[in-house]
């Protein structure tokens, strides 16, 4: 998907994906959960974009680097494996990425259509590389500062901020992302 793209997701809960250009094609994505309880896994790294998770109580955002067939740059899914495993879910690491996530209030969210300002910056030389303005999203997971471990903030309260989290602190917070993302061993 190289250039501007727009995912609509609809009713039930969804899954949308975004990013994976890595930066070659600078655009501005728009990502429409609608009702239900949506997830946008977004690799950073590519433009100015919009995840707007629509009705639903736990919409959310997870910054990881997304896994990804390389010839074809289509994601990978996950195998079926039994039939209570949850499959064809695309799956993502959320440690080991070259950047971090910021959050920035937005000040006026009603005349501005959305609530918060989502930055992923590069750690290698602090550079901007994606800001993802968010409304409707609850949720919302990233790699550390430091690198290596998955940071978590609550955009439900008015001045969220990231708290480190394990594998099974994610379980608990939202079982869909955890079967999604993994975390590098430390």
């Known amino acids: ?95 080991n990425q070259g950047g971090f996530c910021e959050i920035v209030p937005v000040a006026d969210p009603a005349a501005r259509g959305f609530e918060f300002l989502v930055r992923f910056f590069s750690r290698a030389n602090g550079n901007l590389l994606v800001t993802v303005r968010t409304h409707d999203v609850e949720e919302l997971f990233c790699t550390s500062e430091a690198g290596g471990a998955i940071t978590f903030a609550d955009l439900t309260v008015p001045d969220p901020g990231f708290t480190e989290v394990s594998l099974d602190d994610v379980a608990r917070l939202d079982p869909t992302v955890a079967k999604i993302i993994r975390a590098r061993r430390r």
């Open 1 to 95: 998907m190289g250039g501007s793209d727009t995912l609509i997701g609809d009713f039930g809960d969804d899954i949308l994906i975004g990013g994976i250009e890595r930066g070659q094609h600078p655009n501005q994505d728009v990502q429409l959960g609608g009702f239900g309880n949506d997830i946008a896994i977004w690799q950073g790294g590519d433009g100015s974009d919009l995840f707007d998770g629509g009705p639903g109580e736990h919409d959310a955002l997870v910054f990881a680097t997304i896994d990804r067939d390389t010839d074809t740059n289509v994601p990978i899914l996950t195998p079926v494996t039994g039939r209570h495993r949850q499959t064809g879910l695309p799956t993502a690491d959320a440690t």
